[in-house]
């Protein structure tokens, strides 16, 4: 099957002829960028303290976990991103896969859902911590971010992701200080690296397993790339090897950081701490301190903006295909983005960020992604299964890999709810 019938098998494909185009303008670098922004935000500073609760000093186990189910489905991602390289990502995979009008649909809210409520949990975080600058009561300060943010997205895709790629430096910044501060600092060393790998134990082994449910929460993220797929330079050059960079990236900085954590840091202060990371400078200069204060407070907004972007474009690219109201497929021509859609979105987010706690959020976002994962495995396998030969630009994986990762997907999300 060659491209262009790929992409005449989904709806509506004629009738994107006659509407702005969004715009071609996102190098590999960039979109690498943008996957790195939303996969670290605010995870990793502030899940570590409750994964550390659930696994001990075995934490770090926890992430590679979560990073080794995570990847296998990034791979079924990049071969169904590479097959149709379009902005509803992942209701477009399971359209491929089942031609059921009404599970497409119910995929596409889905996605767009998770990273609305993702984007709400994480306004409630930057509005705290804002207030904890200010002293202004947080859920104000957590619509004004959302606002900001919202018009940030609306300005024009290049712009918004390198906002968003020069806050990821500074995000990925803060995590080499942790590492760096926690190593060389003053802080003894609590717990030597040769204890931090478990031994054959029931009970650690099911604490360890139990945290990579929370450690997944923190991977959250490259499957939002797949949703600006029609806005990369070359989609099936430069989408595998941004994910790959993304969760090759992302995997080393968690890693590390839990390590430099769980090494300086007593269990019980992580566990209890809102702000964890931040309990590695407990002995530095108070301007060190700030500094890193400020840069978690960055890793939070970024979150907010990356996952309007995601959410907004998956909005539109259903509504672009017929499965929601085709005033969401408006595009500006003067910025070439989809305002109607966007929003949306900002007002569905802030709504959710002063109705409900970021707990429920948190959790509700993992649940749905984990569900989206199952699905989109089991898509590629019956894409596979109904084609007589993969196309030859393709980037293609052999049928264990999506089979394997609905199992991962599948056992992650039965353990969660249990």
């Not at 934490?59 to 379009?86: D, K």
């Not at 964890?276 to 407070?297: E, H, K, S, T, Y």
């Not at 972007?309 to 595009?331: C, E, H, K, N, T």
């Amino acid at each position: 099957m060659t491209k262009s019938e790929a992409l005449d098998e989904l709806p509506h494909t004629q009738d994107r002829e006659k509407s702005p185009k969004l715009k071609r303008a996102l190098s590999w670098p960039l979109l690498s960028l943008y996957g790195l922004g939303v996969t670290l935000g605010a995870g990793i500073y502030v899940l570590i303290g409750a994964t550390a609760e659930q696994a001990g000093i075995y934490a770090p186990i926890s992430f590679l976990i979560a990073a080794a189910i995570v990847g296998i489905t990034a791979l079924s991602y990049i071969e169904l991103a590479t097959r149709y390289p379009v902005s509803s990502g992942a209701a477009a995979y399971v359209e491929a896969g089942f031609h059921k009008p009404w599970l497409t649909t119910s995929i596409g809210l889905l996605i767009a859902l998770s990273g609305i409520v993702s984007a709400s949990a994480v306004a409630i975080g930057a509005g705290g911590y804002l207030s904890g600058l200010t002293g202004l009561p947080i859920p104000i300060l957590a619509i004004m971010t959302v606002i900001v943010m919202g018009l940030l997205a609306a300005w024009g895709i290049k712009e918004s992701v390198t906002a968003a790629a020069v806050i990821t430096l500074i995000e990925i910044a803060g995590l080499l200080l942790v590492i760096g501060w926690s190593f060389a600092g003053p802080a003894p060393v609590i717990v030597p690296a040769v204890d931090l790998l478990p031994k054959f134990e029931v009970a650690h082994w099911f604490g360890i397993f139990a945290a990579s449910t929370l450690a997944f929460f923190a991977f959250i993220g490259f499957e939002d790339m797949a949703s600006v797929a029609e806005e990369v330079k070359e989609p099936r050059r430069a989408y595998p090897r941004a994910v790959l960079v993304t969760l090759a990236v992302s995997s080393a900085l968690y890693v590390l950081t839990t390590i430099a954590a769980i090494m300086t840091i007593p269990i019980e202060a992580l566990a209890r701490s809102s702000s964890p990371l931040l309990l590695a400078f407990d002995n530095a200069p108070r301007l060190l301190r700030d500094a890193f204060g400020v840069i978690a407070v960055v890793a939070t907004v970024n979150g907010i903006l990356i996952q309007i972007i995601m959410a907004s474009r998956m909005v539109y690219g259903m509504a672009d295909r017929g499965y929601l109201p085709r005033q969401f497929a408006w595009v500006s021509k003067r910025t070439q983005t989809p305002l109607v859609a966007t929003l949306a979105v900002v007002l569905v987010i802030i709504t959710l960020s002063q109705l409900f706690p970021i707990e429920l959020l948190a959790e509700r976002t993992s649940q749905i992604v984990l569900v989206t994962f199952v699905l989109v495995n089991i898509s590629l396998l019956r894409v596979k299964r109904g084609e007589d030969r993969a196309p030859h630009e393709c980037f293609i994986v052999p049928p264990i890999v999506p089979l394997i990762g609905a199992l991962a997907c599948g056992f992650l999300l039965t353990l969660g709810l249990l």
